[in-house]
């Protein structure tokens, strides 16, 4: 198994069938281990480009900040909360791995599972709308790198079609965790984690996409799991609608929308899917529902949920 050890150096350990370690050995990489191929994006901080480790062989997606650019922007704390959280959450299907961190003297290098099929948004847009078999198996996927993310007490803060990447295989693979929430371990009396950034420095500074922007964050500032669950529901609804419910010509709108729970489903939209959407778009966080009553919800009847037989299956052809 691979353990992060400190910045840029993954250790290796070689265990015998009764698990004991037999080897352990660094794996250390820099930039010259690695062949830069093309550029596959731009974003506001950083570069995200193909490469290929010169040793494996093995194709990354390798996302390069300009040290420069991320000091005077003032990113220096979502660039560590994007590590610390990758670092969390290695070793999960629906979650982009980091591999490897590293740097050299004008860039930080973060090297990252390679989604080769792009953003969910592209395929949204490119089918119009998906169906229900799609819509299950894309909406499933999702749900279980959710419920693993929370699990590791991780909120993303900004779950959005642009930000659910797809694989070779078309499995969603979840990125941009820079804008993300780590709550601690330790819990408040009602047992619900705290978050390890105060309250005042994170949670009232950033707010997510409008389209996906929970309403207790335009209310009351707040900002927990349920928020992951709202922006679910947003992705659910528009995997069908091709477009998210809540989309006006601007953001204050587009929260005017939001507020007054102001939406409404296309002709043919699939009565099962609008009741679980229904019970997923509620005001109250309380009374939203959660994960595992959104698995139980007919809409899922017959889906194996075995998460080994959910990152195995072969995703439904593409209408
Ligand atoms: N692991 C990856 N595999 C393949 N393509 C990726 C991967 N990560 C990012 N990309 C592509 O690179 C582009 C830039 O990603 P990056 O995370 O650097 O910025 P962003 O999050 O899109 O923009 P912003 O920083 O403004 O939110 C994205 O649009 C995405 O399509
Ligand atoms: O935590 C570590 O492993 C070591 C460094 C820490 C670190 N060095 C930095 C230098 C600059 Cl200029 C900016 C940030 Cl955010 C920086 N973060 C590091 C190296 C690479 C990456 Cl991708 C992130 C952090």
Wanted: glycine share 6%; with cysteine; aromatic share 10%.
């Amino acid at each position: 198994d691979w353990k992060e050890k400190g910045a840029a150096r993954l250790v290796k350990t070689e265990k015998d069938e009764n698990g004991n370690v037999i080897s352990t050995h660094i794996i250390k990489r820099g930039v010259e281990d690695f062949e830069f191929g093309k550029t596959l994006g731009i974003g506001s901080y950083s570069t995200v480009v193909g490469a290929t480790d010169k040793q494996t062989q093995q194709t990354y997606a390798i996302k390069i900040l300009d040290k420069r650019h991320i000091i005077k922007e003032k990113k220096v704390k979502y660039v560590e909360i994007e590590k610390n959280t990758l670092s969390r959450l290695r070793d999960h299907p629906g979650i982009v791995s980091l591999h490897y961190t590293f740097q050299d003297e004008s860039s930080l290098y973060f090297v990252l599972d390679y989604a080769a099929n792009g953003e969910l948004l592209s395929l949204i847009k490119k089918m119009g709308s998906l169906d229900e078999a799609c819509t299950q198996y894309y909406s499933a996927q999702i749900l279980d790198a959710l419920e693993f993310m929370h699990f590791r007490g991780v909120i993303h803060r900004d779950l959005k079609p642009e930000n659910i990447l797809l694989d070779e295989k078309m499995r969603v693979k979840i990125t941009d965790f820079g804008t993300a929430c780590l709550l601690s371990n330790e819990v408040d009396s009602q047992g619900n984690k705290l978050p390890t950034y105060p309250q005042n420095h994170r949670t009232n500074s950033f707010v997510g996409t409008a389209e996906y922007v929970s309403p207790e964050l335009l209310s009351d500032k707040v900002q927990g799991k349920e928020c992951d669950v709202w922006a679910f529901g947003c992705i659910l609804y528009q995997l069908i609608a091709g477009m998210p419910p809540f989309k006006a010509a601007n953001e204050y709108l587009t929260f005017k929308k939001i507020v007054k729970l102001d939406y409404r489903f296309p002709p043919g939209f699939p009565s099962r899917l609008k009741d679980l959407v229904r019970r997923v778009l509620v005001f109250d966080p309380r009374q939203r529902y959660d994960i595992p009553r959104i698995k139980a919800h007919p809409f899922y009847d017959g889906f194996d949920w075995n998460r080994k037989n959910l990152w195995k299956q072969k995703h439904p052809r593409i209408m």
